[in-house]
């Protein structure tokens, strides 16, 4: 994913729209409560390289 023109987010809180589907708690878990916290409020898209660099990585199965 990091090779791609991607980006990881919530497009809906940008639009005032509550994000669900467990990819905010999924996330809190990932990198902590801080980071998290900025990235839900400021619904400001980041690269996957941006994800990796804050500590959001999952093993692959």
Known sequence: MTEGDYFIGWPEILLGIIPEGGGTQRLTRLIGTH???????????FTPGEALANGASVPCR
């Open 35 to 45: 980071r998290s916290l900025v990235a839900i409020l400021e619904g400001k898209p």
